[in-house]
């Protein structure tokens, strides 16, 4: 019999166990039981997957309706075309590089179960590149006890063939309603998985129930040991919703209970207490703000002074749209904090938004930013930037400002991580676009801090990446939004300009340009890579995928030559990416910033901060190549001014594809917000426990953070109740194993830097 905590290779043997933890990061019963399926194949069923991403992993089950054998092009051998019926609009097609081999088991008229990598040939057809396959019988030939053909992965495909061993494959089983379809990989496929997840369920102890029974009658849930049996093995539809809503639920509040427990430990800590002051330089900044807050920023201004005013630390998420004001709002906190006599560091993801920051909050401050200098101002502070690439005797200087408190505000890359600096009174952390930096790293500036306190964090976003929207709809961090453009923000036009269908609308971008630079205004253009690395070494053996296939994006520094000599040689062009010595990105942004360059072809690194009120204009090359958070703020670098912004997309994107339909939606829109939730709905939620931020290795299996906000907030209160009665979930062993099972420790560490 097994338990969920036993080990895999006690259940199932070394060989199943070793390829098992290798795929997928399994060692425990539960580690395979939760691997859940992605879907359930049926008679009839369409193929979910309409549209696969490039080099997926994919498994379909139907029936094959055609096939082909070709001679193969450039050596010996056949190729097998393959048509197979999926009940989907068009069938899928496969191929197969050994035919001479498979066609006799791979043939019209049978029922197969493939599962290989998605290659997509044309913009619009992709196919199964040399799966692997399993035939299934007919129902006519239910009687059958042993699959006819399996290509299989090594050590589990004994299991995968058994007919009659515990937790086989038996040919039988494929004739159920809901025959389940796993999330696979090459090596490890879906009847792979089914087989080892039969024979753990037919080995399995009862499992005692972690929810109370009175918990389970009010929501009508499932017991575990039922959910976790019928999730795998559904005989009815009603089987498959009610497992899931089980185990939807037990996703919520294990990572409910990790967040309940790391609340709990931060309301434990200590820190500077930071009041407002109604004499200091906070108020002098008040009195001579040229403009008045909005409404927005003023509430947010408001919430964050009573955050400081406590010995708790402040754990509070900024965001708000690109050029809402969240700059003049951490700035405000800042001079709160320098009033109390501690200090502010601002960590930035790149010495471009170091710099950027440095002069900005300078040009803000005025006099009241140069204590120290001739001209100070009575309550000023010393404003300080430290990175990396600065001389030797300029970061001597920095850091001993910051040593010895005379910089109330220091600003800088990962420079600020160092051992070699220190701070006198640390009393603030403001993290700009945070989802640029590990936790590590906030973790390893907030321990700078002496004295056993904890500083202060304030962490800022304009467009918030899914992982954030993951935590903040979790409760787990207090959140402040800024939905207000202030005054004089102009409005952003954004078109999509498709290349392939329309190449003389490209020409007509180039020409949009010159009209804006003639009227005296200055343009972006902005290209996803930089170029070819010089000091690379030369590629050996065969050759990238790029250079098969040609190139597929245009370069910086290709486009920077092109324009000058081209479409754009009459105006100023400028060249700006991150492999130019720091110095020299300094000075083009320097250049830019004053007007002395009209068009900067440029990567990503002015994606955030950067602030020139004159740009109008940006073009994006090969659009579709960017996220739809990194479009939103790229596009926030125009419109800046009292003259309206013009964004346009240029792609190859096919019409009527996802990429095409991504691009759109970013035109359509303006507002972060929505575009966050796209960007959630595409990429998923993330590994919201871990420091993976995309879909690849998401925790949350079942759990929908847009879809699912009532099984959220219901798993909350229970979990904050059930924290604040026992902190440590001493007597609650059950859901103390839930929730490890759902987050183990290296990932609650994780959190508990965060």
């Given at each position: 019999?097994?338990?969920?905590?036993?080990?895999?290779?006690?259940?199932?043997?070394?060989k199943a166990?070793?390829r098992?933890t290798?795929?997928?990061?399994?060692?425990?019963?539960?580690?395979?039981?939760?691997?859940?399926?992605?879907?359930?194949?049926?008679q009839?069923?369409?193929?979910?997957?309409?549209?696969?991403?490039?080099?997926a992993?994919?498994?379909?089950?139907?029936?094959?309706t055609?096939?082909e054998l070709?001679?193969?092009?450039?050596?010996?051998?056949?190729?097998?075309?393959?048509?197979?019926d999926?009940?989907?609009?068009?069938?899928i097609e496969?191929?197969?590089?050994?035919?001479?081999?498979?066609r006799?088991?791979?043939?019209?008229?049978?029922?197969?179960?493939?599962?290989?990598?998605?290659?997509?040939?044309?913009?619009?057809?992709?196919?199964?590149?040399?799966?692997?396959?399993?035939?299934?019988?007919?129902?006519?030939?239910?009687?059958?006890?042993?699959?006819?053909?399996?290509?299989?992965s090594?050590?589990?495909?004994?299991?995968?063939?058994?007919?009659?061993?515990?937790g086989?494959?038996?040919?039988?089983?494929f004739?159920?309603?809901?025959v389940?379809?796993?999330?696979?990989?090459?090596?490890v496929?879906?009847w792979?998985?089914?087989a080892?997840?039969?024979?753990?369920?037919?080995q399995?102890?009862?499992?005692?129930?972690?929810l109370?029974a009175?918990?389970?009658?009010?929501?009508?849930?499932?017991?575990?040991?039922?959910?976790?049996r019928?999730i795998?093995?559904?005989?009815?539809?009603?089987?498959?919703?009610?497992a899931?809503?089980?185990?939807?639920?037990?996703?919520?509040?294990?990572?409910?209970?990790?967040?309940?427990?790391?609340?709990?430990?931060?309301?434990?800590?200590t820190?500077?207490?930071?009041?407002?002051?109604?004499?200091g330089?906070?108020?002098?900044?008040?009195d001579?703000?040229?403009f008045?807050?909005?409404?927005?920023?003023?509430?947010v201004?408001?919430?964050?002074a009573?955050?400081?005013?406590?010995?708790?630390?402040?754990?509070?998420?900024?965001?708000?749209?690109?050029?809402?004001?969240?700059?003049?709002?951490?700035?405000?906190?800042?001079?709160q904090v320098?009033?109390?006599?501690?200090?502010?560091?601002?960590?930035?993801?790149?010495?471009?938004?170091?710099?950027?920051?440095y002069?900005?909050l300078?040009?803000m401050?005025?006099?009241?930013?140069?204590a120290g200098?001739?001209?100070?101002?009575?309550?000023?502070t010393?404003?300080?930037?430290?990175?990396?690439?600065?001389t030797a005797?300029?970061?001597?200087?920095?850091?001993?400002?910051?040593?010895?408190?005379?910089a109330g505000?220091?600003?800088?890359?990962?420079?600020?991580?160092?051992?070699?600096v220190?701070?006198?009174?640390?009393?603030?952390?403001?993290v700009?676009?945070?989802?640029?930096?590990?936790?590590?790293?906030?973790?390893?500036?907030?321990?700078?801090?002496?004295?056993?306190?904890?500083p202060?964090?304030?962490?800022?976003?304009?467009?918030?990446?899914?992982?954030?929207i993951?935590?903040?709809?979790?409760?787990d961090?207090e959140?402040?939004?800024?939905?207000?453009?202030?005054?004089?923000?102009?409005?952003?036009?954004?078109?999509?300009?498709?290349?392939?269908?329309?190449?003389?609308?490209?020409?007509?971008?180039?020409?949009?340009?010159?009209?804006e630079?003639?009227?005296?205004?200055?343009?972006?253009?902005?290209c996803?890579?930089?170029?070819?690395?010089?000091?690379a070494?030369?590629?050996?053996?065969?050759?990238?995928?790029?250079?098969?296939?040609?190139p597929?994006?245009?370069?910086a520094?290709?486009?920077?030559?092109?324009?000058?000599?081209?479409?754009?040689?009459g105006?100023?062009?400028?060249l700006?990416?991150?492999?130019?010595?720091?110095?020299?990105?300094?000075?083009v942004m320097?250049?830019?910033?004053?007007?002395?360059?009209?068009?900067l072809?440029c990567?990503t690194?002015?994606?955030?901060?950067?602030d020139v009120p004159?740009?109008?204009?940006?073009?994006?090359v090969?659009?579709?190549?960017?996220?739809?958070?990194?479009?939103?703020?790229?596009r926030?670098?125009?419109?800046?001014?009292?003259?309206?912004?013009?964004?346009?997309?240029?792609?190859?994107?096919?019409?009527?594809?996802?990429?095409?339909a991504?691009?759109?939606?970013?035109?359509?829109?303006?507002?972060?917000?929505?575009l966050?939730?796209?960007?959630?709905?595409?990429?998923?939620?993330?590994?919201?426990?871990?420091?993976?931020?995309?879909?690849?290795?998401?925790?949350?299996?079942?759990?929908?953070?847009?879809?699912?906000?009532?099984?959220?907030?219901?798993?909350?209160?229970?979990?904050?109740?059930?924290?604040?009665?026992?902190?440590?979930?001493?007597?609650?062993?059950?859901l103390?194993g839930m929730?490890?099972?759902?987050?183990?420790g290296?990932?609650?560490?994780?959190?508990?830097?965060?």
């Open positions: 019999m097994a338990t969920l905590s036993d080990r895999l290779d006690h259940v199932l043997g070394v166990a070793d098992l290798e795929a997928f990061d399994m060692t425990t019963v539960e580690d395979l039981l939760r691997h859940y399926p992605a879907r359930y194949a049926t009839g069923q369409p193929l979910t997957e309409e549209e696969p991403e490039e080099s992993h994919i498994t379909v089950i139907g029936r094959i055609k096939t070709r001679p193969m092009k450039n050596r010996r051998g056949s190729l097998l075309k393959v048509q197979l999926t009940g989907a609009a068009r069938p496969a191929t197969f590089f050994n035919g001479d081999k498979v006799y088991l791979v043939k019209e008229g049978v029922r197969a179960m493939m599962s290989g990598t998605v290659h997509w040939w044309r913009p619009d057809r992709w196919n199964l590149s040399h799966p692997d396959y399993l035939i299934l019988p007919d129902k006519a030939e239910a009687g059958v006890e042993d699959l006819t053909s399996v290509r299989g090594g050590a589990l495909r004994g299991l995968a063939q058994s007919a009659k061993g515990a086989g494959v038996d040919a039988a089983f004739e159920r309603e809901f389940p379809v796993y999330p696979a990989t090459a090596k496929q879906s792979d998985l089914l080892c997840i039969r024979q753990v369920l037919d399995l102890d009862p499992i005692e129930d972690p109370p009175d918990l389970r009658e009010e929501r009508n849930l499932l017991e575990v040991s039922g959910a976790l019928l795998h093995l559904p005989e009815h539809k009603l089987d498959i919703e009610k899931r809503d089980r185990l939807r639920f037990d996703e919520a509040l294990a990572l409910q209970l990790v967040l309940a427990e790391r609340r709990h430990e931060v309301e434990g800590r820190a500077p207490a930071c009041p407002p002051s109604t004499g330089i906070a108020a002098a900044f008040d001579r703000l040229p008045e807050l909005t409404e927005g920023q003023q509430q201004i408001d919430e964050i009573a955050d400081l005013s406590r010995t708790r630390p402040m754990h509070r998420l900024l965001q708000g749209e690109v050029g809402s004001g969240k700059t003049i709002v951490a700035l405000h906190a800042m001079l320098v009033d109390s006599g501690r200090q502010c560091a601002l960590l930035a993801p790149t010495e471009v938004l170091a710099a950027q920051h002069r900005s300078r040009a401050l005025g006099d009241l930013g140069t200098e001739l001209g100070a101002a009575e309550q000023s010393k404003v300080v930037l430290l990175t990396g690439s600065m005797a300029a970061k001597k200087t920095a850091l001993l400002d910051a040593m010895t408190g005379e505000i220091v600003i800088g890359t990962h420079a600020l991580i160092q051992d070699a220190e701070f006198f009174d640390l009393g603030l952390v403001v700009d676009e945070q989802h640029r930096f590990g936790v590590e790293q906030r973790d390893a500036l907030r321990a700078k801090a002496k004295g056993g306190i904890s202060h964090l304030l962490v800022m976003t304009a467009t918030p990446i899914p992982r954030t993951a935590m903040t709809t979790l409760g961090l959140t402040s939004t800024l939905t207000q453009l202030p005054r004089g923000r102009s409005p952003i036009v954004s078109k999509v300009v498709p290349r392939k269908l329309h190449p003389g609308w490209v020409d007509r971008a180039w020409e949009r340009i010159l009209e630079v003639g009227a005296g205004r200055q343009a972006y253009v902005v996803s890579r930089i170029g070819e690395d010089p000091e070494p030369p590629a050996k053996g065969k050759k990238s995928a790029q250079e098969k296939e040609g597929t994006t245009q370069a520094v290709d486009m920077f030559e092109t324009l000058s000599a081209g479409p754009l040689a105006v100023r062009v400028g700006l990416h991150g492999r130019l010595p720091a110095d020299e990105k300094d000075q320097r250049q830019f910033n004053d007007g002395a360059i009209d068009v072809v990567t690194v002015v994606e955030v901060g950067v004159n740009a109008t204009v940006m073009v994006i090969d659009a579709d190549r960017f996220g739809v958070s990194q479009l939103h703020q790229l926030g670098r125009i419109g800046r001014g009292k003259h309206p912004g013009l964004c346009l997309l240029v792609t190859d994107a096919a019409p009527g594809g996802t990429a095409m991504r691009l759109e939606a970013v035109a359509a829109t303006t507002d972060g917000f929505e966050s939730v796209l960007d959630l709905r595409q990429r998923r939620e993330g590994d919201v426990l871990g420091a993976a931020q995309s879909g690849t290795a998401r925790s949350l299996r079942l759990l929908s953070l847009l879809d699912d906000l009532e099984v959220i907030t219901a798993a909350q209160e229970l979990a904050r109740q059930v924290v604040a009665d026992d902190p440590g979930l001493v007597k609650h062993p059950g103390a929730m490890d099972a759902a987050v183990d290296e990932r609650i560490e994780y959190l508990a830097k965060s």
